[in-house]
């Protein structure tokens, strides 16, 4: 069974590169506390909304947290858990906003309640298994960084997919391809 | 590029929840506060919300510590160094002072959780 074409896999495998690729420049930012991130690597799967079904999107997010925890050695340590919750749960909402809310929505928004919902997911999991109630402590530092590096990232991704002449050739593409496919299975 | 009607909703949202938190936490650690002197004579507790100059008498002489502002500090001792002094305020759960010479040592703690981290501390 051929779950993706051959041309999305490859989109998939090059947008999940540029995402370990900016794990790898966000590791050489300091980090005061093991969970916080700037979020670099959110750019590519940002940007795959615009590209992407649900089942390729998701698929990418699984590359973005596994070339996380391999630049960032945290494989096989609990980091890891919170990482993929974290993750899945902003990418989800994200998902979900990207389609119930557009055009009313840029990806600035969608950046913005991705970021607060990977900290909410990732604070709640902290409470639950390690820290106890005093990591609602740190709580309001987490939302503070997250929300200006979510306002910064998601500014980019907005600029970046207006004005990139690359990005739209990949989207062009990316429809192109869904359009053969599609006719393919009609043709079967 | 221009904001959306939906972005700067999904702003507002983030910045209340922000704001939420940071009132709650504030509140959190003003309201639970207490801070624990131990002395030759025994374990006192007192509250950080209330200001408040507490004499002990130790071994060296007179140790003055002063609760201000939700906070406690060693203000003045007749030990040598002043070491305690030194230390500064302490205010969240799990920060300590301590005189050695005069046998004094205080520390501070919250509620629930933060006793737990006090336990396994000392």
Same mark, same amino acid.
């Given at each position: 069974?051929?779950?993706?074409?051959?041309?999305?896999?490859?989109?998939?495998?090059?947008?999940?590169?540029?995402?370990?690729?900016?794990?790898?420049?966000?590791?050489?930012?300091?980090?005061?506390?093991?969970? $916080?991130?700037?979020?670099?690597?959110?750019?590519?799967?940002? !940007?795959? !909304?615009?590209?992407?079904?649900?089942?390729?999107?998701?698929?990418?997010?699984?590359?973005?947290?596994?070339?996380?925890? !391999?630049?960032?050695?945290?494989?096989?340590?609990?980091?890891? !858990?919170?990482? $993929?919750?974290?993750?899945?749960?902003?990418?989800?909402? $994200?998902?979900?906003?990207?389609?119930?809310?557009?055009?009313?929505?840029?990806?600035?928004?969608?950046?913005?309640?991705?970021?607060?919902?990977?900290? $909410?997911?990732?604070?709640?999991?902290?409470?639950?298994?390690?820290?106890?109630?005093?990591?609602?402590?740190?709580?309001?530092?987490?939302?503070?960084?997250?929300?200006?590096?979510?306002?910064?990232?998601?500014?980019?991704?907005?600029?970046?997919? %207006?004005?990139?002449?690359?990005? %739209?050739?990949?989207?062009?593409?990316?429809?192109?391809?869904?359009?053969?496919?599609? &006719?393919?299975?009609? &043709?079967? | 590029?221009?904001? /959306?009607?939906?972005?700067?909703?999904? #702003?507002?949202?983030?910045?209340?929840?922000?704001?939420?938190?940071?009132?709650?936490?504030?509140?959190?650690?003003?309201?639970?506060?207490?801070?624990?002197?131990?002395?030759? @004579?025994?374990?006192? #507790?007192?509250?950080?919300?209330?200001?408040?100059? #507490?004499?002990?008498?130790?071994?060296?002489?007179?140790?003055?510590?002063? #609760?201000?502002?939700?906070? @406690?500090?060693?203000?003045?001792?007749?030990?040598?160094?002043?070491?305690?002094?030194?230390?500064?305020?302490?205010? /969240? @759960?799990?920060?300590?002072?301590?005189?050695?010479?005069?046998?004094?040592?205080?520390?501070?703690?919250?509620?629930?959780?933060?006793?737990?981290?006090?336990?396994?501390?000392?």
């Amino acid at each position: 069974m051929q779950v993706f074409t051959e041309k999305k896999l490859n989109r998939i495998a090059l947008l999940g590169a540029f995402s370990m690729f900016l794990s790898t420049i966000e590791y050489l930012f300091p980090r005061p506390i093991p969970f $916080m991130r700037l979020g670099l690597a959110n750019l590519p799967v940002i !940007l795959s !909304l615009e590209l992407f079904s649900a089942p390729a999107y998701f698929l990418l997010i699984l590359l973005k947290v596994l070339g996380q925890a !391999l630049v960032n050695g945290t494989l096989a340590s609990y980091v890891f !858990l919170f990482s $993929m919750v974290g993750s899945f749960a902003s990418g989800l909402l $994200m998902w979900l906003c990207y389609k119930a809310l557009r055009p009313r929505i840029s990806f600035v928004g969608i950046s913005v309640m991705g970021a607060l919902t990977s900290n $909410m997911a990732q604070i709640i999991l902290s409470i639950s298994f390690i820290f106890g109630p005093s990591a609602w402590r740190i709580l309001p530092l987490f939302l503070g960084i997250g929300l200006v590096s979510g306002l910064f990232i998601g500014l980019f991704a907005q600029r970046f997919s %207006e004005k990139s002449k690359w990005w %739209e050739l990949i989207r062009q593409g990316a429809l192109k391809d869904d359009l053969l496919t599609e &006719e393919a299975v009609d &043709e079967k | 590029m221009k904001l /959306r009607l939906f972005d700067i909703l999904a #702003i507002v949202f983030s910045l209340a929840v922000f704001l939420a938190f940071t009132l709650y936490g504030n509140r959190m650690s003003q309201e639970e506060g207490y801070v624990i002197i131990e002395d030759e @004579a025994g374990q006192s #507790i007192y509250p950080l919300e209330e200001d408040r100059v #507490i004499d002990l008498e130790g071994p060296v002489g007179e140790t003055v510590i002063v #609760i201000e502002d939700g906070h @406690a500090r060693f203000e003045s001792s007749d030990c040598d160094d002043n070491l305690c002094v030194q230390m500064g305020e302490i205010h /969240r @759960a799990g920060e300590w002072a301590a005189c050695l010479p005069n046998k004094i040592f205080m520390y501070t703690g919250g509620k629930g959780d933060d006793q737990e981290v006090d336990a396994g501390v000392y």
